[in-house]
């Protein structure tokens, strides 16, 4: 296995000067996450048409003209399930990186099998195999042994003719475009989850109200601060359920905090009295407005209509020949029911506006979905002996 190992601020140059002369570059990361704040990088990974790099953060200090050429738009930058990498490049530029290709997404839009492992994928587009023998591998420790070392290299090396196999396909279908609009809107999600505050994507958030809502900011606002400040996951300073249990009892009175299943262990004895505080300072701030507040007013569908829609939804994903977990959940469809039951109309720039109606989505499975809501088509049983067995039929004209 042919590689270049990065890992002295000499060895940068060479690097540097293979990714400007690129019109296209892999991309990967090696991290560990279970045990920090934010995932701790190991190892950054980067092909080219020609040559594979591995560059070492634990020896470099300061990658960030690395990072800076994944973003400046000059070259598209290949992922395979690029969430991290996406965070990588942000925390380093405080950009997205605008021209991002990611293959499984890219495969996801073409039928395949979404989310579907790098090895899968390599094996159904390339015929290629991949070793799995470094997958729970410390990434930390060094030094890395070649093993390891190759395992990182094989992650990329076959990115640029993925790119070629999967960007050709889109193409013939027309959907290059879907890809990028669907990766710019990822990404932006992406980086709001990071510039903004976390506290109401809690489970269990929706069943609080008023002065409950304003505990939770604090104690989130806390625990956050800590965690950052201990490098430490979250969950680890104090959990959801116990944020919830806490904000339900609206309490601020220690002795009764510490008696909590959950919080009377020695460990949190020393930080009841913050989190008194934190439930103080919730109970006599403003409250703050729950993010879902609109969806409230509009009528729930009832389950078996959503269930009725989700499955026409999956034959229209099926007979366009798209993942439809890419396209859309069962919470997104019943959002669009009761958008529709709501009698509301919105703009598409609206953000209430139901996902499954904009953009690309709306024509694929929108628009349809609403002819079979309202009764103008119906979804029937055409040969239960086919593999799809089921068709879409005019009303009116079979009436």
């Not at 591995?54 to 994944?70: E, G, K, Y």
């Not at 950009?95 to 159904?124: N, T």
Request: aromatic share 8%.
């Amino acid at each position: 296995m042919n590689y270049r190992l990065v890992s002295t601020i000499d060895d940068l140059p060479e690097l540097i000067a293979a990714i400007e002369s690129a019109d296209l570059v892999g991309m990967d990361t090696e991290f560990v996450a279970e045990d920090c704040y934010r995932p701790d990088l190991c190892l950054l990974q980067v092909s080219t048409r020609s040559d594979v790099f591995i560059v070492d953060p634990r020896t470099i200090d300061d990658l960030s003209a690395i990072w800076q050429m994944f973003v400046d738009g000059e070259r598209t930058v290949i992922v395979h399930a690029g969430r991290e990498e996406i965070l990588f490049a942000y925390r380093s530029t405080g950009q997205s990186i605008s021209r991002l290709f990611d293959v499984q997404l890219a495969l996801g839009l073409l039928g395949g099998e979404f989310p579907a492992s790098y090895g899968k994928l390599l094996q159904r587009i390339l015929g290629e195999t991949v070793a799995k023998g470094e997958t729970r591998t410390d990434w930390r420790r060094r030094p890395l042994s070649s093993a390891q070392l190759d395992y990182a290299a094989l992650d990329v090396l076959h990115l640029p003719q993925l790119y070629d196999a999967l960007s050709s396909e889109l193409a013939k279908l027309g959907r290059l475009q879907w890809l990028e609009d669907e990766l710019l809107r990822r990404q932006a999600s992406l980086i709001e989850t990071q510039v903004q505050e976390g506290w109401h994507r809690m489970s269990g958030i929706q069943s609080l109200y008023g002065k409950q809502l304003g505990i939770v900011r604090e104690l989130w606002t806390w625990r956050d601060q800590r965690a950052e400040q201990k490098n430490m996951p979250a969950r680890r300073v104090l959990r959801d359920d116990l944020i919830i249990e806490l904000a339900k009892r609206g309490s601020s009175d220690a002795k009764k905090i510490a008696h909590i299943r959950g919080l009377h262990h020695p460990g949190f004895q020393r930080f009841i009295p913050e989190i008194a505080d934190c439930v103080a300072r919730g109970l006599h701030s403003d409250t703050p407005d729950p993010p879902w507040q609109g969806q409230g007013k509009r009528p729930r569908p009832p389950a078996i209509l959503q269930q009725f829609l989700t499955a026409a939804m999956s034959y229209l994903c099926r007979t366009h020949n798209i993942s439809p977990t890419i396209v859309g959940t069962s919470d997104d469809v019943g959002k669009l029911a009761s958008y529709w039951m709501s009698g509301e109309e919105l703009k598409s720039t609206d953000p209430d506006y139901p996902h499954l109606l904009r953009g690309w989505r709306g024509e694929l499975v929108g628009h349809p979905l609403y002819h079979i809501y309202s009764g103008k088509r119906a979804l029937r049983v055409k040969d239960p002996q086919d593999e799809m067995p089921l068709s879409l039929c005019d009303v009116e004209s079979e009436s």
